[in-house]
């Protein structure tokens, strides 16, 4: 089974910018889709970003549509999430997840695999 970390978190301020990585091992991400999510204290988990295996299609929450990009490279095994213009309520566990699906789903039971995540805190 794949085995998922991130990195890249840390502390900004409002209207900055992050990049968060997901490295994976065990597995070829080829036969994944892959997404991130966030949880932020007293707070459910909260879809981010999905991507397709190949990479040609994603799906972006509403929330952060517009700043933020999901990509992944299937030759280096990993999977990004370049955050602009942070908020302070992006504040979160920034998690990466796999899924063996074909379709980009929002719902956290759809991803088997997970990391460890990742600490987000944008201050304002």
């Known amino acids: 089974q794949v085995q998922l970390v991130e990195s890249g978190g840390g502390l900004v301020q409002a209207g900055g910018s992050l990049r968060l990585s997901c490295a994976a091992s065990?597995?070829?991400?080829?036969?994944?889709?892959m997404a991130w999510f966030r949880q932020a204290p007293g707070k459910e988990r909260e879809f981010v970003a999905a991507?397709?295996?190949?990479?040609?299609?994603?799906r972006t929450a509403d929330s952060v549509k517009g700043r933020f990009t999901i990509s992944r490279d299937n030759a280096k095994n990993t999977v990004t999430l370049e955050m602009n213009t942070l908020k302070p309520e992006d504040t979160a566990l920034y998690y990466c997840?796999?899924?063996?699906?074909?379709?980009?789903?929002?719902?956290?039971?759809?991803?088997?695999?997970w990391g460890q995540g990742t600490q987000v805190t944008v201050s304002s």
């Open positions: 065990g597995r070829t991400i080829t036969g994944y889709a």
């Open positions: 997840a796999a899924s063996y699906s074909y379709t980009l789903s929002s719902g956290p039971l759809n991803y088997p695999y």
């Open positions: 991507i397709h295996r190949s990479g040609g299609s994603n």
